[in-house]
């Protein structure tokens, strides 16, 4: 009798640790889970190490998915044949503005489709840029001498600009990244970097234009973006805000990627964690049970578990409003530039863009990250597309 009763005593803590596991199985994943819905095939993650040049890195790989798209294969291009080229027309334009124009090593999507269309490209194989004696692209010391050099040719005492400071400013550009290259072998051929544009890539500059969605210009007009590092002076269309949405939902879809440059030093960013969302932390805005949650908590507590990111949060509607209030008061900079090649949804089913980076094989998800609907179209200065990419309606709307 006794066996018996230890026996149903065994039985019962059994079966409730297994009903308590069982449990545990069902509870909510923790964080984010992602599932992707489609990618768009591109090249692979580069690594613009400690250089300003996100710009260059990530417009070229929109070219070379463009390549990809095209049917004509995989391409690596010199993103430093490019910043050698912006650096010395950047100082012309420097010195012309009497000083009056941000000079570093920044630059804009529509730089990369200038050279493009002005001197062409080589491939990364030809030219390097790495003239420094190291294996990564290391700018700290090229852009405070290139600034230093530039900011004294405007401030000599002369009250006069001798007729050689470009080549003296050319010689510290070639120095640290090489001399460019008049021509070169490929595949058996040789070539100028315009000829090699032409002949091998084909790609027209025309057709690549940037959208941005701002209530300081009239929508459906262009104006030129006001951003620092914009030294070209590029112009960009202005779209609202749904319809700058729906250019990268359709470019997507009909396998177009997308340049993105955004400000990714929002909080709601997280490199190790893969993830980029624009989480709601007004308790007024909140609602129910997701209101009584919060409310408890003082500001800085809410902020510090919501940022945790170790669960789905509720997103912050982005509005036209809200979008405009955050580019006037320099809460959304000119920081970063991305490229979108696809969407996804986490365990909630909420949507997801598929951002590769230009930070190296790195972070959760190798070189990716996924952001929020609400954190691209937020953080969003501009995009950059190809036009036959852009629905027809909004095309005709633009008159492009």
């Known amino acids: 009798m006794k066996t018996f009763k230890i026996s149903l005593l065994f ?10 596991q069982a449990q545990k199985s069902d509870d909510p994943v923790e964080g984010y889970v992602f599932e992707e819905d489609f990618r768009i095939s591109v090249t692979s993650v580069k690594n613009q190490y400690r250089s300003g040049t996100c710009w260059s890195f990530s417009a070229l790989s929109f070219l070379e998915a463009e390549l990809i798209r095209m049917g004509k294969g995989e391409f690596d291009f010199s993103e430093m044949f490019i910043v050698n080229h912006c650096y010395k027309d950047k100082a012309d334009r420097y010195v012309r503005m009497h000083g009056n124009l941000n000079f570093t090593g920044g630059g804009a999507f529509h730089d990369v489709i200038y050279v493009l269309k002005n001197y062409g490209l080589v491939p990364e194989e030809i030219y390097k840029g790495l003239n420094y004696s190291t294996e990564k692209h290391i700018h700290g010391e090229l852009d405070a001498v290139s600034a230093k050099f530039m900011k004294g040719v405007i401030e000599n005492k002369n ?5 050689v400071w470009k080549d003296a400013f050319a010689g510290i550009i070639d120095s640290y990244l090489g001399k460019l290259p008049e021509n070169f072998t490929y595949s058996g051929k040789k070539y100028t970097p315009e000829s090699y544009a032409d002949d091998v890539l084909g790609l027209n500059a025309d057709n690549y234009i940037e959208i941005s969605s701002f209530s300081h210009y009239p929508f459906y007009s262009t ?3 006001e951003v620092p590092d914009n030294w070209l002076w590029g112009s960009v269309y202005n779209l609202p805000l749904n ?3 729906e250019v990268i939902d359709h470019s997507l879809k009909n396998g177009y990627t997308v340049a993105w440059a955004a400000d990714v030093s929002h909080k709601g960013f997280s490199y ?6 624009i989480p709601e932390t007004d308790v007024e805005n909140m609602e129910g049970l997701e209101k009584a949650k919060w409310e408890k908590l003082s500001k800085s507590e809410r902020e510090s578990q919501i940022y945790a990111l170790n ?12 979008r405009q209030e955050s580019f006037d008061n320099y809460t959304t900079t000119d920081d970063h530039g991305m490229l979108i090649v696809g969407k996804a ?12 980076n230009s930070w190296g094989i790195g972070g959760k998800y190798e070189g990716y990250f996924y952001a929020s609907k609400a954190f691209v179209i937020m953080q969003a200065t501009n995009i950059m597309v190809n036009k036959e990419s852009i629905p027809k309606e909004i095309r005709k709307k633009l008159n492009i």
């Open 272 to 277: 190790n964690k893969g993830i980029a969302v």
């Open 11 to 20: 039985l019962f803590t059994f079966f409730l640790s297994s009903n308590i």
């Open 243 to 245: 319809e700058f949405t």
């Open 311 to 322: 669960s789905i949060v509720k997103e912050k509607k982005i509005t036209q409003e809200l």
């Open 159 to 163: 009250k006069k600009i001798t007729p």
């Open 345 to 356: 949804h986490d365990q909630n089913r909420n949507e997801y863009y598929i951002i590769k």
């Open 223 to 225: 104006f030129i973006l």
